[in-house]
């Protein structure tokens, strides 16, 4: 991988760290857009019903918020070895997060069989997570 393509590579990764952060800091506040109450939002999001207070989505803002800045790093060959191992951590997690919505998708895994969850899975979270979990896991092993 070339220098400008690890960059741009680096740069569209930590955009979508950062505005997924930046979204879980934002129902950290109470408020549920794109979904009507915490329920609907916890059934599209999850496809289940699970909390989306502060307790549960600050730490997860401050993981992918955390992840952007050290993909960011290791894409302008900064910060050495720790975001280097951060940015394999998030191919990692978006590859499993992608594997598991195939599971999903295929029946392999338990999951609502209607509703907006099972539409979202395999038309944006399932094939971002793929997509962006191959970008992360090339520009980790680039040096």
């Given at each position: 991988m070339n220098g400008s393509t690890r960059r741009r590579t680096g740069r569209a990764?930590?955009?979508?760290?950062?505005?997924?952060?930046?979204?879980h800091l934002?129902?950290?506040?109470?408020?549920?857009?794109?979904a009507p109450d915490e329920r609907a939002l916890s059934l599209a999001v999850?496809?289940?019903?699970?909390?989306f207070g502060p307790p549960v989505v600050l730490p997860l803002a401050a993981l992918t918020l955390t992840g952007a800045?050290?993909?960011?790093?290791h894409a302008h060959g900064r910060a050495g070895r720790p975001a280097r191992l951060v940015t394999?951590?998030?191919a990692a997690g978006l590859a499993v997060r992608?594997?598991?919505?195939l599971g999903w998708a295929a029946g392999l895994l338990s999951?609502?069989?209607?509703?907006p969850f099972r539409t979202l899975n395999l038309a944006l979270y399932t094939p971002a997570c793929l997509g962006f979990g191959w970008a992360a896991a090339r520009l980790a092993r680039a040096r």
């Open positions: 990764l930590a955009a979508l760290l950062a505005a997924d952060g930046l979204v934002y129902w950290a506040t109470g408020l549920t857009w794109p999850l496809g289940s019903e699970v909390s800045a050290a993909v960011l790093a394999a951590a998030v992608g594997l598991a919505g999951a609502p069989a209607d509703g």
